[in-house]
């Protein structure tokens, strides 16, 4: 079946650290591929996505290529902020609607 | 952009007794919205889906008649843990996609942490 696995929190980082959390699927069709953040008190953000293979989804700095080799969707960023302190969550869907999510990764980021 | 609300955002319930959880889009209509429990350490979990005007559709293993989902309006989602235990305390979140057609993203609640004691 569908299933998503990423890295195991939480990550700690100083200020303008690189960024990199893992993450790799296993699909029965052809999903597209995402990443969702949570802020403390607030829902699931997405935060980018790739539709197909070789994709490369981008936002707010961050940036994660949909790799079909590898079956992997590593989310990075070059320089992280306080900010970005968050839980990041990777998941794979079909057209939005069924998601099979990772567990969750926790970033703090401290200055 | 979208909102979806959800309320509470944290309950705790005595064993035995039963806690709704609301699931409401704020700005948009959603024929179909879905809801997600996350134990400790453990992916989001698909639970079931919630159809406006007909029945929940269920994910293999979790319990039709413990978890009962009411989506009354295009507007409102409610999954009710009936008879809750211990085993039960979770982190619940829910889903909705806006009804414009074409692959338009999903908005998600905050969640909420249910604790039975």
């Known amino acids: 079946g569908d299933s998503v696995t990423q890295m195991e929190g939480p990550v700690t980082l100083s200020e303008e650290a690189f960024l990199t959390i893992n993450c790799t699927y296993t699909?029965?069709?052809?999903?597209?591929l995402f990443w969702y953040v949570q802020y403390p008190g607030e829902g699931l953000q997405l935060l980018l996505k790739?539709?197909?293979?070789?994709d490369k989804g981008s936002n707010k700095g961050f940036e994660a290529t949909y790799r079909k080799e590898t079956t992997s969707f590593h989310l990075e960023k070059g320089s992280v902020q306080v900010s970005d302190s968050a839980v990041y969550f990777c998941a794979l869907g079909y057209n939005f609607n069924k998601f099979y999510f990772g567990s969750g990764t926790k970033l703090n980021v401290k200055p | 952009g979208a909102v979806v609300s959800q309320h509470p955002s944290r309950v705790i319930c005595k064993s035995g007794t039963s806690v709704k959880i609301e699931c409401r889009s704020l700005d948009f209509q959603a024929t179909t919205m879905f809801w997600y429990r996350q134990f400790p350490k453990q992916s989001l979990m698909l639970m079931a889906t919630s159809n406006e005007g007909s029945k929940a559709t269920y994910e293999q293993g979790v319990e039709k008649d413990k978890f009962l989902i009411n989506h009354a309006s295009l507007t409102l989602s409610t999954l009710t843990v009936t008879s809750a235990h211990p085993e039960d305390s979770s982190f619940y979140i829910c889903s909705a996609r806006p009804e414009t057609g074409g692959n338009t993203e999903a908005f998600f609640g905050q969640g909420t942490r249910l604790t039975v004691v």
């Open positions: 790739a539709t197909k293979a070789d």
């Open positions: 699909a029965t069709g052809y999903p597209s």
